[in-house]
């Protein structure tokens, strides 16, 4: 009896050990992610027409460089990197808490039409409101120079009211109809291609000029913003992050289906309709302030989740981390392939991210 006692303790002993020792992987993988991330932020300072180097970058960082290279580094460079950062965190948080509410790998801001619905809005204020003109310039090296949103604060507006608008037919039809996950997934193909089309016949009334800013916007490109927006991104990014980490045992539960989550409490439904209102939320935000930026909110989950699993104590900071590097490293690379223009990132997400999403597609892959 003493011996079976004992045995018992030792293998209890040797669980408790097993899973200390995978928090502490976990938590120093996190830390070497971010350091990845700060030396990624380096790079991204320094690299450009304008060659910086290392020891520049960290005296600008104190405070102690001025002239050319501080305007360069503070008033260019930095707040496209800390645009890109917070963009790429907010679309991963957003398509973690998508996929688990809707118990579909599949789900994500773009997939569901909340991007495209931003697009619509955006083409309607350009158009009717007239935030389209033109810019004239000697030196054509990026599209920046051909266009100019005249009135920012009306595109981002409309943009946000289209996203919102795609979210809030979604969650109509989830709730009133009680569509399956992988029916909503649909309804989002449908009311994507539903305001694609909005956004043609837009387009089809619009003038040249008018046209040249509706795709230019459309590219998706992290150097729009100011620094009150990305505050204003950064903020709503920080509330919606804290809001599902102090719901993360209730996407725990929802990952092992409704019928569990609701036998251990859990108010399925009331748990789905904020947090999908929470990740809209902040997908609309990013997509209103930066353009459709395609794919980022469904790869940047997946790849966390091959690292750390499907516990959402885990899959939360890694999906956000994860995100922010790809945008980071997509808009740095578009800056550096190009020279002196700039790839959309918008692109280079959508190379990244649709291999993955017919993987999905033609695999059936379920988490």
């Known amino acids: 009896m003493i011996s079976a006692d004992h045995t018992r303790v030792a293998r209890e002993g040797s669980l408790v050990e097993a899973y200390k020792g995978g928090l502490r992987r976990k938590t120093l993988f996190l830390l070497v992610l971010l350091a990845l991330l700060g030396a990624l932020v380096i790079y991204a300072i320094a690299a450009g027409t304008y060659d910086l180097s290392t020891v520049k970058v960290v005296r600008a960082l104190l405070g102690l460089e001025e002239g050319a290279a501080g305007v360069v580094i503070w008033n260019i460079r930095m707040p496209r990197i800390v645009a890109a950062i917070v963009a790429g965190w907010g679309l991963a948080v957003s398509g973690v808490a998508m996929q688990c509410l809707l118990k579909n790998p599949l789900g994500s801001p773009f997939t569901l039409g909340i991007s495209h619905g931003a697009a619509f809005g955006a083409a309607l204020a350009i158009v009717v409101l007239g935030a389209g003109a033109a810019r004239s310039s000697v030196l054509r090296t990026t599209a920046s120079n051909l266009v100019l949103i005249e009135n920012l604060f009306s595109v981002t507006f409309f943009a946000f009211l289209g996203a919102m608008a795609a979210t809030l037919v979604i969650l109509a039809l989830s709730r009133l109809k009680r569509l399956s996950p992988g029916s909503i997934i649909l309804a989002g193909v449908a009311l994507s291609s539903l305001f694609v089309s909005g956004t043609i016949l837009i387009q089809y009334f619009a003038t040249e000029v008018e046209i040249a800013t509706i795709v230019f916007w459309t590219f998706g490109d992290v150097s729009r913003s100011n620094w009150q927006e990305i505050g204003v991104m950064t903020a ?83 999906a956000c981390i994860v995100g922010a590097l790809i945008l980071l490293l997509a808009d740095t690379a578009g800056r550096i392939l190009i020279g002196s223009g700039t790839l959309p990132v918008g692109v280079l997400t959508s190379f990244m991210g649709a291999p993955l999403f017919l993987y999905l597609l033609v695999r059936g892959y379920e988490k």
């Not at 509330?239 to 209730?250: C, P």
């Open 236 to 318: 709503a990014s920080v509330v919606v992050t804290v809001y599902f980490v102090l719901n993360r045992w209730n996407l725990n539960a929802l990952s092992s289906g409704e019928e569990v989550a609701k036998g251990i409490g859990v108010e399925v439904e009331k748990v789905r309709l904020r947090g999908m209102l929470m990740a809209a939320l902040v997908a609309a935000l990013v997509t209103a302030f930066h353009g459709v930026i395609a794919f980022l909110g469904l790869l940047a989950p997946h790849i966390a989740r091959r690292m750390v699993g499907a516990d959402h104590r885990f899959l939360l900071p890694y």
